[in-house]
């Protein structure tokens, strides 16, 4: 897994940390950092995941996934 994720305009990063968990199953957490001020975010991602992350860059996608978002 490597280590860091780095966005299409460099101004953003991702990484996974890994974990044990109950019944000392791994598992991982998603995290992304905003470089300007450093501010982080933490998405759960389960056991078994993170080996295709990829960053989102089609402007239209990007903003059908923020008109559905809660």
Same mark, same amino acid.
């Given at each position: 897994?490597?280590?860091?994720?780095?966005?299409?305009?460099?101004?953003? =990063?991702?990484? =996974? =940390?890994?974990?044990?968990?109950?019944?000392?199953?791994?598992?991982?957490?998603?995290?992304?950092?905003?470089?300007?001020?450093?501010?982080?975010?933490?998405?759960?991602?389960? =056991?078994?995941?993170?080996?295709?992350?990829?960053?989102?860059?089609?402007?239209?996608?990007?903003?059908?996934?923020?008109?559905?978002?809660?």
């Amino acid at each position: 897994m490597p280590g860091l994720y780095w966005s299409p305009d460099g101004r953003m =990063v991702a990484y =996974v =940390v890994e974990g044990g968990g109950f019944l000392s199953l791994e598992y991982y957490q998603l995290k992304i950092r905003r470089l300007s001020d450093n501010a982080e975010e933490s998405f759960n991602a389960g =056991v078994g995941c993170c080996e295709n992350i990829q960053w989102i860059t089609n402007k239209f996608l990007i903003a059908r996934i923020e008109s559905e978002s809660p």
